[in-house]
């Protein structure tokens, strides 16, 4: 493909890209706020992640490692990922550039946990994640999948 996943810095460049994507809320607009107000190094530790094609952003997701401690879907208990707003630009879609950016997150080797968007489910189980039995008190109106590595499985409660 000719892609690759890198680590999206936080600048005005990549806050620009951001606007083109239907998600776009409250985190970037936040983060543009950080950045306005004391022009934030570009190594900056970023949660974003994301696939340009040429010069052009296509593909985007947040990845933020959850501690342990805070585990309430893997067993045994460990460090987890959170993945968010997984986005692939309309003109990009069904060219393997979200499975790419899903791909790169597994590689962690950590269980992953996703909140995807109703339309999208297909999406998630066709590359391994599966539902959780809803629990009204940890899932809070989300509809989360997981994926688990080897070795890893659901939560008993």
């Not at 040429?54 to 987890?80: E, T």
């Not at 899903?102 to 109703?118: H, Q, S, T, Y």
């Amino acid at each position: 493909m000719g892609t690759k996943v890198e680590k999206l810095k936080i600048n005005f460049k990549t806050l620009e890209e951001f606007k083109k994507f239907k998600e776009y809320g409250i985190q970037e607009l936040s983060m543009l706020e950080d950045l306005e107000a004391n022009m934030v190094d570009n190594d900056n530790e970023s949660p974003f992640y994301g696939i340009y094609f040429g010069d052009k952003l296509v593909a985007r997701m947040s990845l933020y490692q959850i501690d342990a401690k805070f585990d309430r879907y893997f067993y045994p208990p460990q460090n987890y990922l959170e993945l968010w707003k997984l986005e692939v630009l309309p003109d990009y879609q069904e060219k393997g550039f979200g499975k790419q950016l899903v791909e790169f997150a597994k590689n962690f080797g950590l269980p992953i946990k996703a909140n995807p968007r109703m339309q999208s489910r297909g999406f998630w189980e066709k590359i391994g994640f599966s539902n959780v039995d809803y629990e009204m008190d940890r899932d809070r109106g989300e509809n989360p999948l997981v994926w688990y590595p080897e070795g890893v499985e659901a939560q008993q409660h």
